[in-house]
């Protein structure tokens, strides 16, 4: 990860395969990464926002939005291309009050950052920032050895990692990212119930058991982990009052309860029974409100955020509400349907927002484009006109791709050519984003500095049609090298970017796919919501 080679501390940090994110074992970040938002951010409240001469100059201008086509109804100017030159009708000036580019100072004034995890709130003491109070969550590394030694701690993590039909892990990448907060807690001496769910089981279901992650997680520990077939009751305290200090026991699927997705109190309580203190490092489940992910926080104090939680609150929540500018958001994936809450968040938060996959239809249909058999949802042909004017009221520069690639049948080995958006014959349908519209999109994101991408661009998994999906990953993949902060939203994208090859150069990877989805919409996550308050720190 580049974002590692960066660090500035007096010891080698240097990721390897049993830690993805060295750094994280730092309590207080002493010099944390400069890249992330918060950090490169001024904290000198009267600075201007200075942006690139080109873009100073239209942004003097606000009646050069025209990303949208002609408003006029008529047919033939209807028809044309949409324009996509950038251009922003904010002031620069007033692209954002000054708070907002306080960094964690900035919590008091967005409520986003009020569900930030601690540790870094001392990157801005002193910087002539003064009577604001952070308000993070407690991390795992605020807690002493003292705190810890000894002590049963009950820790959360997400190992909902996809198996084949034996069994076999094909993607171990949760687990990876959560052996920095388990091999902290060995470190000093904790005895750790590593608690996981895997899949959405109804009951007792050995197809969903952990078992299968017993050796990957052995082999990544360094020590043998021992499992129980049940994540509560007598085999659990027996073999956790046997457990040693550094030892890790992994409980069974606590999904295997239905209890569990209720949030039952007594289910909480019976998982909180042999534990002192609770960690929560499962961000990929944090937009649950499950027993393991809140209800037992009611029964176990301290209950703390891990490492790889803290990570995603880092990147997630300090993009949005403190990025450096300009900042862009891609979204794709099928429907507008799935991502109306996301859009319209971003909105609030970015200066551009390219938008591409099969979503894009609805929105050119609205427009009164004839979009022959590509995905269109009718219901959200109105929704989508809106979004398309408030991006305006905002002075958000909405990119639409201005060419398709078209298939005659939805298969990897359709015909397909390539459109303008305008010219969609009927019986085809659009299944990527043209090459016109992968440079505009290239030429808008080599203005930014902040780039958070959530959904493909087209129908990435057939060869064909993924040429949009990649060349958007190699982009940000180039622009990472350059010290642009690029983080991916879970899911689709994140698998587009691993196929491409280019994951572990951007900035952050999410490991949750709904929980990034609800963070960038601006929700609140009930798993981080339950955590203890940090001690409040005046910046
Ligand atoms: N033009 C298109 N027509 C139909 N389906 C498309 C088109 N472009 C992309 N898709 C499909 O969209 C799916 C992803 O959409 P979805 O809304 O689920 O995104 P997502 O999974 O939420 O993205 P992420 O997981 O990154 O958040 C992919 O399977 C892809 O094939
Ligand atoms: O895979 C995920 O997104 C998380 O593990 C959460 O799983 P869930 O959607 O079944 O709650």
């Known amino acids: 990860m580049k974002?590692?080679?960066?660090?500035?501390?007096?010891?080698p940090l240097l990721p390897d395969k049993t830690n993805p994110f060295p750094f994280f074992f730092s309590s207080i970040y002493p010099n944390p990464p400069h890249h992330l938002p918060f950090l490169s951010l001024t904290t000198n409240p009267s600075s201007t926002f200075i942006l690139p001469h080109s873009m100073a100059s239209s942004a003097a201008s606000p009646s050069t939005f025209s990303l949208l086509p002609s408003?006029?109804?008529?047919?033939?100017?209807?028809?044309?291309?949409?324009?996509t030159h950038l251009s922003f009708s904010r002031s620069p000036v007033a692209l954002r009050s000054p708070i907002r580019r306080l960094g964690f100072a900035g919590a008091a004034a967005d409520p986003l950052l009020a569900i930030h995890v601690a540790g870094k709130t001392s990157a801005v003491v002193g910087r002539g920032v003064r009577g604001v109070v952070s308000m993070a969550k407690k991390s795992v590394g605020d807690l002493t050895e003292a705190e810890l030694k000894g002590k049963v701690v009950f820790m959360r993590a997400d190992l909902n990692v996809p198996l084949d039909e034996n069994r076999n892990i094909t993607d171990d990448t949760r687990i990876r990212a959560a052996v920095p907060t388990i091999k902290h807690l060995m470190s000093k001496g904790a005895k750790v119930l590593l608690s996981s769910h895997l899949g959405r089981p109804k009951g007792v279901t050995p197809k969903f058991s952990l078992a299968p992650l017993v050796p990957r997680l052995s082999e990544l520990l360094g020590v043998q982990v021992e499992k129980t077939d049940d994540c509560i009751g007598p085999e659990v305290e027996k073999k956790a009052a046997a457990l040693p200090e550094g030892g890790v026991l992994l409980l069974e699927n606590v999904r295997f309860y239905p209890e569990e997705e209720k949030n039952d109190p007594e289910f909480a309580k019976k998982l909180a029974a042999v534990a002192d203190l609770y960690v929560n490092d499962a961000f990929g489940t944090a937009h649950r409100a499950h027993a393991s992910t809140e209800g037992v926080t009611k029964f176990l104090k301290p209950s703390v955020a891990g490492f790889l939680l803290q990570k995603e609150l880092d990147y997630l929540v300090g993009a949005v509400s403190s990025p450096k500018r300009p900042f862009a958001a891609i979204v794709g994936g099928s429907k507008v349907s799935s991502k109306i809450g996301v859009i319209e968040s971003l909105l609030e938060k970015v200066d551009i927002l390219l938008l591409g996959g099969g979503m894009i239809f609805t929105f050119y249909k609205a427009q009164g484009f004839s979009v022959g058999s590509s995905l269109v949802e009718e219901d959200k042909l109105e929704l989508a006109t809106t979004l398309l004017a408030q991006a305006k009221a905002k002075g958000v520069s909405l990119m639409l791709p201005t060419d398709v690639v078209i298939a005659d049948k939805f298969a990897p080995d359709a015909a397909s050519k390539i459109v303008p958006c305008s010219a969609i014959p009927d019986g085809w349908m659009g299944l990527d984003i043209g090459p016109d519209s992968i440079k505009a999109f290239n030429e808008a994101l080599d203005t930014t500095k902040t780039i958070i991408w959530n959904g493909p661009m087209g129908v990435f998994?057939?060869?064909?049609?993924?040429?949009?999906?990649?060349?958007?990953?190699?982009?940000?993949?180039?622009?990472?090298?350059?010290?642009?902060?690029?983080?991916?939203?879970?899911?689709?994208?994140v698998a587009a970017v691993e196929k491409v090859g280019v994951a572990d150069v951007m900035s952050h990877i999410s490991t949750g796919g709904g929980a990034s989805l609800e963070l960038l919409e601006g929700k609140e996550l009930p798993g981080v919501l339950a955590l203890d308050e940090a001690v409040p720190v005046p910046v």
Do not use: M
């Open 3 to 11: 974002t590692i080679a960066r660090l500035s501390h007096s010891r």
């Open 71 to 83: 408003t006029s109804t008529s047919a033939s100017s209807r028809r044309q291309p949409f324009s």
């Open 461 to 493: 998994e057939f060869d064909k049609f993924a040429v949009g999906t990649e060349a958007i990953a190699n982009k940000l993949a180039e622009l990472s090298s350059k010290g642009v902060t690029t983080i991916i939203g879970g899911g689709d994208s």
